[in-house]
């Protein structure tokens, strides 16, 4: 039965679609599924009774590769990585001025050097001076008892395992620890899965500027070319994504005259394809009258 198959079981069992995008006409084919299920205006194009329906293709040549890209990773996903940002040209300085900078950083790294190697040095004094610990007395082996009654049954969460679970018995000193080993392997996974969490939501997550030579450019287009495709296919939840996305963006984003060509290139984008009242203009508009007056 469908229903018994998971979300992407059936997406990668759906018959193939192939998208012709970019000015270079890349052909792109994906699952039909994955990305019929965003909206029914999608659906209308790739399963309905349209042209493309039938011959299995679209031409998409107005729609970027990036930003197509995007649009399949959240249709596989339901999220998608943000655009990468690109590196201006830096002015060239003066000779003078480069050795000064060059001599700067050199100092600064070797007095980081310097403190790392003094701290480095006060540790290994530190555990060189401190007493050694006494060592643990050996335990005698605790022979097991026919009549020793049976430790008490771990309580279960579900009332249904009542008195049909094995009571765990103690054999020895040596065996105590085994009772605690399967918990301490599951506090291991689960650090471990917290951590691939972690880093999952960190390709995903939105990031600022760290530097006036970083051209936030193709960031800003990327997430607005995106939501413009989003909003013109009635894609809501990822319209509403992409929004958050540009939000956090900007307001992470450190502005300076290297820089403000950036965000007035965002807002001619944005001005030229949505119209009066759109979500992403409102956006814009707003953080322009507080960010920039």
């Known amino acids: 039965m469908d229903s018994e198959f998971t979300y992407l079981s059936r997406c990668l069992s759906s018959s193939l679609f192939t998208f012709v995008v970019g000015q270079e006409r890349k052909e792109i084919t994906v699952h039909s599924r994955s990305l019929a299920n965003l909206s029914s205006s999608l659906n209308n194009l790739m399963n309905g009774k349209m042209q493309e329906a039938n011959r299995r293709r679209a031409d998409w040549s107005g729609v970027e590769g990036m930003t197509f890209v995007l649009l399949s990773e959240y249709a596989y996903t ?3 990585t943000p655009p990468s940002c690109s590196k201006r040209e830096m002015p060239h300085l003066p000779a003078e001025t480069e050795d000064k900078v060059g001599k700067a950083e050199q100092a600064s790294d070797q ?11 006060r540790e290994t004094e530190a555990v060189s001076d401190a007493p050694a610990e006494p060592e643990t007395p050996t335990e005698p082996e605790i022979v097991d008892d026919p009549k020793a009654e049976a430790t008490p049954e771990a309580e279960q969460s579900s009332p249904h395992f009542s008195g049909h679970t094995l ?9 105590q620890h ?5 918990k301490t392997l ?3 996974y689960t650090k471990s899965h917290d951590c691939a969490l972690s880093a999952r939501k960190d390709v995903f997550a939105p990031k600022g500027n760290s530097h006036p030579w970083e051209d936030f450019t193709p960031v800003f287009l990327g997430h607005a070319k995106l939501y413009i495709l989003a909003d013109k296919y009635c894609i809501l939840p990822l319209a509403d994504l992409v929004l958050f996305k540009l939000e956090t963006t900007l ?6 005259e290297e820089n403000i060509s950036d965000v007035t290139e965002l807002i001619r984008f944005s001005y030229q394809w949505t119209r009066p009242k759109d979500a992403l203009r409102l956006l814009i508009t707003t953080y322009v009258v507080s960010v920039i007056h």
Not at 167 to 175: D, G, L, N, V
Not at 251 to 256: I, S
């Open 186 to 188: 599951s506090v291991q």
């Open 111 to 121: 007095a980081s050097n310097a403190a790392t190697d003094a701290a480095t040095e």
């Open 78 to 80: 339901r999220d998608y």
């Open 178 to 182: 085994l009772q605690d080993k399967f």
């Open 251 to 256: 307001a992470q984003f450190n502005l300076c």
């Open 167 to 175: 009571p765990y018995r103690e054999k020895s000193i040596w065996t």
